[in-house]
């Protein structure tokens, strides 16, 4: 079937997170990502893991998952012919997204400025931690960085706890979706005129942009969220929001009206809580005299109640059991996949559904430089050239 976005071209000068999980997306929708990486060693995700453990033979779990439907050039940019390699391909391009630190690109003669002389048409999306300028401009930003800068880290947890960062790279992702949104915004916008355009996202807005409602209860109300002890869900609600322990494991509650927790419990003790504000007030208290009644009861066996009653709720899941869960299967939100050294790997799947035009996983996360001679064929370089670059080692290639 045709796919949304077929016939747009990306260059793709990311590495790590935020930058190529939003060029992935628009891959997933069948746009031709042609991924710029460094000569040799390639995205610094290839080097980097968890656990001290690789896949298959030495591939990394923090790269392949990020990496899928995209080609990869392994081009040295500092070598005399890179810059025209580049401008060759950005003659035929649609869209570039960069997550250098602010300068790096224009230094090498590949800001927004020098492709736009090339290309008037071209998307060119930079992605930053802090932002392209300001007073924390020269800053390293990083996921973990922004979790804390933005309030993030104090607003999850217990209050002894102290910050607890949210256990995912949150702010990477967040910023991930801004560079989709705005880059397909772009190309409507280019569509109806002709006209490219230069896009800026950062992490930091990114992260403050989804915690709209807590700035706005706070900045409007004039009073801060303060964490409870009983590790209630959010700091801004009332009992019973939270994780509570069963016999066999937990179960999280969310938004429900207290007389239904005290029926579903059968103890009537419990309703003397049944007022707003007491929710809110002694929602310590009311966490543990709840949380004394769930562990009595597996998972299951408070789903069936709840569930019954219309209580909001759900199992808490460890990660090995995520694939298992009977939603999950049905969704068909894991697939399988093979990579040319990893060999058969499980990756999530695409996350939505489109009646005309659906995403698809055509390609695995390439091989540093899998690509380049296929790429540089398209852009009209010849077999010797192609051999001179390679014997210069401007390019690299590898092979399974």
């Not at 009983?230 to 322990?245: K, L, Q, R, T, V």
Request: proline share 6%; charged share 20%; hydrophobic share 40%.
């Amino acid at each position: 079937m045709q796919q949304a976005l077929e016939n747009i071209r990306v260059l793709d000068f990311t590495q790590l997170l935020q930058g190529p999980y939003a060029t992935q997306m628009l891959g997933d929708l069948g746009a031709d990502v042609i991924k710029i990486e460094k000569a040799g060693s390639g995205d610094l995700y290839r080097s980097m893991t968890f656990f001290n453990k690789w896949i298959g033979d030495g591939e990394s779990p923090c790269f392949l998952p990020w990496n899928r439907n995209k080609r990869s050039l392994a081009i040295n940019l500092k070598d005399p012919d890179a810059k025209a390699i580049i401008y060759k391909l950005v003659e035929k391009a649609d869209v570039v997204v960069e997550n250098f630190r602010p300068g790096v690109m224009a230094k090498l003669g590949l800001g927004y400025e020098d492709l736009k002389a090339i290309n008037p048409g071209l998307i060119y999306c930079s992605a930053t931690g802090w932002g392209p300028d300001g007073p924390y401009e020269k800053r390293p930003g990083q996921d973990l960085l922004v979790q804390g800068l933005s309030g993030a880290a104090l607003a999850s947890g217990k209050h002894s706890d102290g910050p607890v960062a949210i256990g995912t790279a949150v702010s990477d992702q967040l910023g991930a979706l801004h560079i989709v949104y705005s880059v397909l915004a772009a190309l409507i916008h280019k569509q109806r005129t002709g006209e490219g355009q230069e896009i800026q996202v950062n992490l930091l807005q990114s992260v403050l942009a989804f915690c709209m409602q807590d700035f706005f209860t706070v900045q409007n109300t004039g009073r801060s969220f303060e964490r409870p002890e009983s590790g209630i869900a959010h700091p801004g609600n009332g009992a019973p929001f939270g994780i509570y322990p069963t016999k066999d494991g937990h179960i999280s509650i969310a938004m429900s009206p207290w007389s239904k927790i005290v029926e579903a419990t059968g103890d009537e003790a419990l309703a003397v809580y049944d007022d707003p504000q007491v929710l809110f007030d002694k929602r310590d208290e009311i966490y543990y005299a709840l949380a004394s009644r769930t562990v009595q009861k597996t998972t299951d066996e408070w789903l069936e109640i709840m569930l019954a009653l219309d209580i909001w709720c759900a199992p808490v899941l460890e990660q090995k059991d995520v694939a298992n869960d009977p939603q999950v299967k049905h969704l068909e939100a894991f697939t399988e996949i093979e990579h040319p050294r990893a060999g058969k790997v499980q990756v999530t799947n695409i996350p939505f559904r489109m009646s005309a035009t659906p995403g698809s996983i055509r390609r695995p996360a390439p091989l540093n430089g899998q690509h380049s001679e296929e790429i540089l064929r398209e852009a009209g370089y010849t077999e010797a050239q192609i051999a001179d670059l390679k014997n210069r080692k401007a390019i690299t290639i590898e092979t399974a």
